[in-house]
């Protein structure tokens, strides 16, 4: 993720965007531009208006940037709109801030939500920045702890498979169950994902218990997931953090054992708790296979984190071991299920279960892979999250009036060498911002004609953004008013420039392309 002016050092004032500029080139000079008349500014001139509403990021979202911004005193500015004489940068646009990706303890195996940001059309091309997803993913079954937790549609799929795999067991251990064996089978998947979500829990109240944020636990396709949207500060915590899933899933096996020695074997609840039991235990098992993204890679990286000091080599060494669990997996799980380690006859392996063992490990093997690979590029966006600071990012802007025509308003940001307008009242202060997409999508023809105030939205207190913040704290001031502009201030309330959403996005882009 490559961040240029991410020093700080503002570019000279004299400094010239090299690509297309944020704010249009205006017209040639024309006569005094009469005040609009009473039909308004032509409609085919606004943009659409933002749909952008407060709502916390998936997906972690994520995902999850331009230069120090001046103003210079127009003469008939009431005042400058930034300090200083830096020359924006000229960055892409793009269409809103991007969301970090949560951290996710799994149980089993899950693909890691894509850290990068959204796609999407920019909005120099007037698109409205679309509004961020709710945390959820499926239907809210409750919020233990504060936190809460979605069954997303994939688990009705797995559930249905588990119900049919277990109904089949059932029939030869109780025949005499009928077709009533199927409701003891979906019985046992509930219970089963009932424990999968204890599992979970126990990472949540890790997390809850070293003050990090957990945005949601879903229980999906292969188990669970619990998304921490920060990083544990030390190895020791990452380790805890990752171990108390395993341990819980380890004490739910014992639990079920005990539970079963005064059950009668081959009854109902007999093969209930026996397949409770060594369900938690496979899990647990499973989870502590040293490789991201399961629970044993994390406690891998933690050790590694230690002994190095750097938390990316703890990263990188163990999403590799991860990719190579992958492989173990892909080849090594078949061969298992025919051999009968796993448990089963080697009589009763026919073709059918010989391509039902090969998917199976296909996908899991697959999901390990991208999970690691994930893992990577995630620890790679934290790395240089605190590269993205709204002082470097923010563009030179130029106060205006409400009354003040397009045309003018252009003319003295590009005499100023600014990329942004600030609509400000007579006494100078700040009273909404002119949406870049709003100022491409009015006819040059048309501009002389139409007020700033027409293309501006008002500011509200949460579009303030501090000068000083940067990295994951500058991205949560975005998230949690969604808009294409923000007003950005110095600590004593002065105006220093205008942070677009697009610029904060390209230097995203620009860090995650950037190798660790």
Same mark, same amino acid.
């Given at each position: 993720?490559?961040?240029?002016?991410?020093?700080?050092?503002?570019?000279?004032?004299?400094?010239?965007?090299?690509?297309?500029?944020?704010?249009?080139?205006?017209?040639?000079?024309?006569?005094?531009?009469?005040?609009?008349?009473?039909?308004?500014?032509?409609?085919?001139?606004?943009?659409?208006?933002?749909?952008?509403?407060?709502?916390?990021?998936?997906?972690?979202?994520?995902?999850?940037?331009?230069?120090?911004?001046?103003?210079?005193?127009?003469?008939?500015?009431?005042?400058?709109?930034?300090?200083?004489?830096?020359?924006?940068?000229?960055?892409?646009?793009?269409?809103?801030?991007?969301?970090?990706?949560?951290?996710?303890? $799994?149980?089993?195996?899950?693909?890691?939500?894509?850290?990068?940001?959204?796609?999407?059309?920019?909005?120099?091309?007037?698109?409205?920045?679309?509004?961020?997803?709710?945390?959820?993913?499926?239907? *809210?079954?409750?919020?233990?702890?504060?936190?809460?937790?979605?069954?997303?549609?994939?688990?009705?799929?797995?559930?249905?498979?588990?119900?049919?795999?277990?109904?089949?067991?059932?029939?030869?251990?109780?025949?005499? *169950?009928?077709?009533?064996?199927?409701?003891?089978?979906?019985?046992?998947?509930?219970?089963?994902?009932?424990?999968?979500?204890?599992?979970? *829990?126990?990472?949540?109240?890790?997390?809850?218990?070293?003050?990090?944020?957990? $945005?949601?636990?879903?229980?999906?396709?292969?188990?669970?997931?619990?998304?921490?949207?920060?990083?544990?500060?030390?190895?020791?915590?990452?380790?805890?953090?990752?171990?108390?899933?395993?341990?819980?899933?380890?004490?739910?096996?014992?639990?079920?054992?005990?539970?079963?020695?005064?059950?009668?074997?081959?009854?109902?609840?007999?093969?209930?708790?026996?397949?409770?039991?060594?369900?938690?235990?496979?899990?647990?098992?499973?989870?502590?296979?040293?490789?991201?993204?399961?629970?044993?890679?994390?406690?891998?990286?933690?050790?590694?984190?230690?002994?190095?000091?750097?938390?990316?080599?703890?990263?990188?060494?163990?999403?590799?071991?991860?990719?190579?669990?992958?492989?173990?997996?892909?080849?090594? *799980?078949?061969?298992?299920?025919?051999?009968?380690?796993?448990?089963?006859?080697?009589?009763?392996?026919?073709?059918?279960?010989?391509?039902?063992?090969?998917?199976?490990?296909?996908?899991?093997?697959?999901?390990?892979?991208?999970?690691?690979?994930?893992?990577?590029?995630?620890?790679?966006? $934290?790395?240089?999250?605190?590269?993205?600071?709204?002082?470097?990012?923010?563009?030179?802007?130029?106060?205006?009036?409400?009354?003040?025509?397009?045309?003018?308003?252009?003319?003295?940001?590009?005499?100023?060498?600014?990329?942004?307008?600030?609509?400000?009242?007579?006494?100078?202060?700040?009273?909404?911002?002119?949406?870049?997409?709003?100022?491409?999508?009015?006819?040059?023809?048309? $501009?002389?004609?139409?007020?700033?105030?027409?293309?501006?939205?008002?500011?509200?207190?949460?579009?303030?953004?501090?000068?000083?913040?940067?990295?994951?704290?500058?991205?949560?001031?975005?998230?949690?008013?969604?808009?294409?502009?923000?007003?950005?201030?110095?600590?004593?309330?002065?105006?220093?420039?205008?942070?677009?959403?697009?610029?904060?996005?390209?230097?995203?882009?620009?860090?995650?392309?950037?190798?660790?």
């Amino acid at each position: 993720m490559d961040v240029s002016g991410a020093s700080g050092q503002p570019r000279s004032g004299d400094d010239q965007p090299t690509d297309h500029p944020a704010v249009p080139t205006p017209p040639p000079p024309a006569p005094e531009a009469p005040a609009p008349t009473q039909d308004g500014p032509d409609t085919a001139g606004k943009a659409a208006p933002d749909t952008g509403t407060h709502g916390g990021g998936a997906d972690e979202a994520e995902s999850d940037e331009a230069e120090a911004a001046a103003g210079t005193q127009d003469a008939d500015a009431p005042r400058s709109a930034a300090p200083g004489d830096d020359a924006p940068r000229d960055d892409a646009p793009g269409d809103h801030a991007p969301h970090p990706t949560p951290e996710t303890h $799994r149980t089993l195996a899950h693909t890691e939500p894509h850290p990068g940001p959204p796609t999407g059309p920019g909005i120099a091309k007037g698109a409205p920045p679309r509004p961020p997803k709710e945390p959820g993913g499926g239907i *809210l079954m409750g919020r233990p702890f504060g936190v809460p937790v979605y069954v997303a549609p994939s688990w009705f799929l797995v559930a249905a498979l588990i119900t049919w795999v277990f109904g089949g067991q059932l029939d030869r251990v109780l025949p005499e *169950l009928g077709a009533a064996r199927y409701l003891v089978s979906l019985f046992f998947a509930v219970a089963f994902y009932a424990s999968v979500l204890v599992h979970e *829990l126990a990472h949540t109240v890790a997390a809850i218990r070293f003050k990090l944020p957990v $945005r949601r636990i879903q229980l999906q396709f292969f188990g669970g997931v619990s998304e921490i949207e920060k990083e544990a500060e030390t190895p020791g915590r990452e380790f805890v953090l990752a171990f108390v899933g395993p341990l819980l899933s380890l004490v739910l096996a014992g639990l079920f054992y005990l539970a079963m020695k005064p059950v009668q074997p081959g009854t109902v609840p007999g093969v209930l708790l026996a397949g409770l039991m060594v369900s938690n235990l496979i899990v647990a098992v499973f989870n502590l296979l040293p490789g991201l993204p399961l629970d044993g890679g994390r406690m891998l990286r933690a050790v590694v984190w230690k002994i190095t000091g750097k938390p990316m080599s703890g990263t990188i060494a163990a999403a590799w071991v991860g990719r190579a669990l992958a492989v173990a997996v892909l080849i090594g *799980l078949p061969l298992l299920n025919s051999s009968g380690a796993l448990g089963g006859g080697t009589e009763d392996t026919g073709g059918m279960d010989t391509v039902t063992d090969a998917l199976l490990a296909a996908i899991l093997a697959a999901i390990i892979w991208t999970g690691a690979g994930n893992s990577l590029r995630m620890a790679r966006l $934290r790395e240089h999250l605190p590269e993205l600071r709204a002082r470097t990012l923010t563009r030179r802007a130029v106060p205006v009036e409400t009354d003040t025509p397009l045309s003018e308003a252009l003319r003295r940001a590009n005499a100023a060498g600014a990329r942004a307008l600030v609509v400000v009242d007579a006494d100078g202060h700040p009273l909404s911002l002119v949406r870049e997409s709003a100022i491409v999508g009015v006819p040059e023809h048309r $501009r002389p004609w139409v007020p700033v105030s027409s293309l501006a939205q008002d500011l509200t207190d949460d579009m303030r953004v501090s000068a000083e913040l940067a990295g994951e704290e500058l991205l949560d001031a975005l998230r949690a008013a969604p808009a294409t502009e923000y007003l950005v201030v110095e600590n004593t309330g002065e105006i220093y420039g205008v942070l677009s959403a697009a610029d904060v996005e390209r230097a995203f882009v620009k860090a995650m392309a950037r190798p660790a």
